[in-house]
């Protein structure tokens, strides 16, 4: 039985907040553009008069938001980045972790954006993008010879980000991130497993592809994902995705 959630009175806005607000109104403005760094710690708390524990709590909850890139080092600092992708893979991760998601779920989701994305893609593709596809698929290839399980999966989730960049459209490509940081998470979680059958039919993918033929490239695609999804079945009991602890 769940608990009463235990809400508090509503407060002033937090000093926090504020200085939240006015970056977010800052980069809406188009004054702070994608890829652009604030001001160091020591000048954005004296240009808004606050300590600088208040301001990195500010910057961490731009940072949850996915509106800035906290960095460390000799070139550290808060770099301006694409909020979108970032906030919707925190939504979807959250939907994980509270056990919202199946395998089901994430194959009908990748078998409904993936065809509309290689479709897109295969008008765009150039011959350099057909050139890094084939080379990643060697790559993978070459992994599975040495044995790396780890490197083999993320390859062939790679291979998925590939296509949704040729794409090029912004929300596929944070969509399918967000599906395939998921799809990482969920693979770690389980066995390793047979996946052999995954390079032959990225071969006959690409020849597809890069032929222009969208309709077979993309029944060869979900004949692939759906392969992928009894063998992930077979090694989550109950059909559960079970979130790590």
């Given at each position: 039985?769940?608990?009463?959630?235990?809400?508090?009175?509503?407060?002033?806005?937090?000093?926090?907040?504020?200085?939240?607000l006015q970056i977010r109104a800052q980069i809406a403005a188009?004054?702070?553009?994608?890829?652009?760094?604030?001001?160091?710690?020591?000048?954005?708390?004296?240009?808004?008069?606050?300590?600088?524990?208040?301001?990195?709590?500010?910057?961490?909850?731009?940072?949850?938001?996915?509106?800035?890139?906290?960095?460390?080092?000799?070139?550290?600092?808060?770099?301006?980045?694409?909020?979108?992708?970032?906030?919707?893979?925190?939504?979807?991760?959250?939907?994980?972790?509270?056990?919202?998601?199946?395998?089901?779920?994430?194959?009908?989701?990748?078998?409904?954006?993936?065809?509309?994305?290689?479709?897109?893609?295969?008008?765009?593709?150039?011959?350099?993008?057909?050139?890094?596809?084939?080379?990643?698929?060697?790559?993978?290839?070459?992994?599975?010879?040495?044995?790396?399980?780890?490197?083999?999966?993320?390859?062939?989730?790679?291979?998925?980000?590939?296509?949704?960049?040729?794409?090029?459209?912004?929300?596929?490509?944070?969509?399918?991130?967000?599906?395939?940081?998921?799809?990482?998470?969920?693979?770690?979680?389980?066995?390793?497993?047979?996946n052999s059958f995954i390079a032959p039919s990225r071969r006959?993918?690409?020849?597809?592809?890069?032929?222009?033929?969208?309709?077979?490239?993309?029944?060869?695609?979900?004949?692939?994902?759906?392969?992928?999804?009894?063998?992930?079945?077979?090694?989550?009991?109950?059909?559960?995705?079970?979130?790590?602890?």
């Amino acid at each position: 039985m769940s608990s009463t959630p235990d809400f508090q009175r509503v407060k002033a806005i937090r000093v926090s907040d504020d200085i939240a607000l006015q970056i977010r109104a800052q980069i809406a403005a188009g004054r702070l553009q994608v890829g652009s760094r604030l001001p160091s710690e020591r000048i954005l708390a004296e240009q808004f008069g606050v300590s600088r524990n208040t301001l990195r709590e500010a910057l961490r909850s731009l940072e949850h938001g996915g509106l800035i890139r906290l960095q460390t080092g000799v070139r550290g600092g808060a770099v301006i980045q694409n909020g979108g992708s970032s906030a919707i893979g925190s939504t979807l991760m959250d939907m994980y972790h509270l056990g919202g998601i199946k395998p089901q779920d994430l194959t009908q989701a990748r078998i409904m954006y993936e065809s509309a994305i290689i479709r897109v893609a295969c008008e765009k593709a150039t011959a350099e993008d057909i050139a890094a596809l084939s080379a990643n698929i060697d790559a993978a290839e070459q992994a599975r010879r040495d044995g790396d399980f780890e490197a083999r999966i993320r390859l062939h989730l790679e291979f998925h980000r590939m296509l949704a960049r040729i794409a090029g459209n912004p929300i596929t490509m944070a969509v399918m991130n967000g599906v395939l940081d998921i799809m990482a998470k969920f693979i770690a979680s389980i066995p390793p497993y047979d996946n052999s059958f995954i390079a032959p039919s990225r071969r006959r993918f690409l020849k597809h592809f890069a032929a222009g033929d969208a309709d077979a490239a993309v029944a060869e695609m979900e004949a692939s994902l759906k392969r992928l999804e009894k063998k992930y079945l077979s090694q989550a009991p109950a059909l559960e995705m079970t979130p790590p602890r």
